[in-house]
Nanobody, 115 residues
């Protein structure tokens, strides 16, 4: 079993940066595809960025060129570097692990972009 735990959210001004971290327990982490999702108030949850077990990444069009996802299998960690943040990036960000077709979700961390 894999249990993701997010950290690193907070309040940041427009144009600023944040790095989110996702710590995932479990010995099978290296075979899991990982993703960051977000949900803003009144909106559906959406995929922000994903990274396969082999390191292939994909991004939502709205964050391409601003966000970067990475993973460290030795530490069971996934990161989301967010730069040039905009007010529309405000949301709860959640980490998801897909391991052998089983989904595991973290509790989420709030990111608020506001002056």
């Amino acid at each position: 079993q894999v249990q993701p735990v997010e950290s690193g959210g907070g309040l940041v001004q427009p144009g600023g940066s944040l790095r989110l971290s996702c710590a995932a327990s479990g010995s099978i982490f290296s075979i899991c595809a990982m993703g960051w999702y977000r949900q803003a108030p009144g909106k559906q949850r959406e995929l922000v960025a994903g990274i396969s077990s082999g390191g292939t990444t994909n991004y939502a069009d709205s964050v391409k060129g601003r966000f970067s996802i990475s993973r460290d299998n030795a530490k069971n960690m996934v990161y989301l570097q967010m730069n040039s943040l905009k007010s529309e990036d405000t949301a709860v960000y959640s980490c998801k692990a897909v391991c052998a077709s089983v989904y595991y979700w973290g509790q989420g961390t709030q990111v608020t972009v506001s002056s």
